[in-house]
């Protein structure tokens, strides 16, 4: 009784909580039903990093081979990779060989892949793992290799019979949007039929947006994931870009994504040469935040430790990879810091933080916690973790607290938001000492 008193509202709070996140529901559109990716696919992807480098002979560590694609399956195998939930090894362009076989099936190039690609699936699967492959829609690949126009079933079953669990479908040299979208429809329903498990990836709306408007409950039907946006490189602006993009488009694509099927911003380039620290922490944060699929394009041989670590921290992942399956958004912009939020599963929020002034030092930021999580996520109080850049107990927030967050330049604050009625009595009592922050 004396609880029901301290917090009146309290029952109508978790009413309208509730309604908000059926309403949301019924809203979804219906997910290609081949029973994956029901959480954003988590993997490598070698075009970031790696291109289309097939010069064997003067670079041998550094071509698309048989041997790149071995060395990087040991590693998500011995470095706790698979273990935080990098599944998926997927080639990119440039695997094929020049010339389809005698009986029109696709081949790898024998010199670069002397056993094949079913002999790279097995090894892959020997070591837990699942093994992508890339193909166009289109008469070639983007890098002129045999593309799957007019092959589409030859297609899909030459990939089943290889023990291929990943199709990346790309959308170079089509000639006409009718038979773009007629070929993605195509090699879905093609790869079903194979009766293997396969998470198609699709680029299907980023060749649409040229034109008109893509049908996203359209593409949701048919494929798992999708790019929207031009290729993620390893830059500050791209990653910006990439971002900026999403934001100006939230209203038409963050409410088709969901479990079975999720907007691709692209790959993480956590690792390499262009992102200084903090903007490597951005990008983690928003593709946590965005429900992204989290494929990175690195080099996992020569990754630092601070690198390795900021992408497989579980706290994030777990914000990825949360089962209530709702991508964020944009919740505001305010003297170049934006603010993004995502619901998540047991009432709980991820917020997210950048500060895009590329001039200075950190700055502070305040905000009312009223405003955050559609004014419930801590309507009468809830606890808040920062994760990133490190984690650190805030504390219990009362719905008319305000917030206070020192965000370095093109650096990211992501906070983790629990109801404070979902809060353990551990973790209430480890969280004593905070309350008087807020």
Not at 225 to 249: C, E, G, M, P, Y
Not at 349 to 369: K, Y
């Amino acid at each position: 009784m004396k609880q029901k008193s301290r917090h009146p509202q309290l029952a109508w709070v978790l009413v309208l909580r509730f309604l908000t996140l059926v309403f949301w529901d019924v809203l979804g559109v219906r997910a290609l039903d081949n029973g994956l990716a029901k959480t954003p696919t988590m993997g490598w992807l070698h075009w970031e990093r790696f291109m289309c480098n097939v010069n064997c002979q003067e670079e041998p560590d550094s071509c698309i081979s048989e041997k790149l694609f071995m060395q990087m399956a040991d590693l998500m195998d011995s470095d706790g990779w698979k273990d935080v939930g990098y599944e998926y090894l997927c080639i990119d362009d440039c695997w094929m060989a020049p010339e389809r076989d005698s009986d029109g099936r696709l081949q790898a190039d024998p010199t670069r892949f002397p056993g094949g690609i079913a002999r790279l699936a097995k090894y892959v699967h020997s070591k837990g793992l699942k093994l992508g492959i890339y193909a166009d829609v289109g008469n070639k690949t983007c890098a002129g290799f045999p593309g799957s126009f007019g092959y589409y079933d030859i297609d899909a079953q030459t990939f089943a019979d290889w023990g291929v669990d990943l199709l990346k479908f790309d959308g170079c040299y089509c000639d006409s949007l009718e038979h773009l979208a007629d070929g993605y429809k195509r090699m879905s329903l093609a790869l079903n039929r194979t009766g293997r498990s396969i998470v198609y990836s699709c680029e299907w709306p980023l060749y649409t947006w040229h034109f008109h408007k893509p049908n996203y409950t359209e593409i949701r039907q048919y494929c798992n994931h999708w790019r929207n946006f031009a290729d993620v490189n390893d830059s500050w602006q791209s990653v910006k870009s990439i971002l900026d993009w999403t934001s100006s488009n939230q209203e038409g694509i963050v409410d088709v994504a969901g479990p079975g099927g999720w907007n691709d911003p692209d790959m993480l380039v956590i690792g390499n040469f262009g992102l200084s620290w903090d903007q490597q922490i951005t990008q983690m944060a928003f593709w946590a935040i965005m429900a992204a699929p989290l494929l990175m394009s690195n080099d996992l041989r020569t990754i630092s430790t601070q690198a390795k670590a900021l992408l497989q921290d579980k706290d994030v992942i777990a914000i990825n990879q949360d089962p209530l399956g709702k991508q964020g958004y944009k919740l505001r912009k305010e003297d170049n810091i934006e603010v993004w939020e995502r619901p998540l599963s047991n009432l709980a929020w991820a917020v997210a933080m950048v500060n895009l002034q590329e001039i200075g030092g950190p700055r502070f930021h305040s905000i009312f916690v009223a405003s955050l999580g559609k004014g419930v996520a801590c309507n009468p109080a809830c606890l808040i973790t920062q994760l990133l850049p490190t984690k650190k107990k805030l504390g219990f927030y009362s719905w008319t607290s305000t917030l206070k967050t020192q965000i370095n330049p093109t650096g990211t604050v992501l906070l983790r938001l629990e109801s404070a009625g979902h809060v353990t009595l551990h973790q209430k009592t480890s969280f004593k000492r905070c309350t008087t922050l807020s």
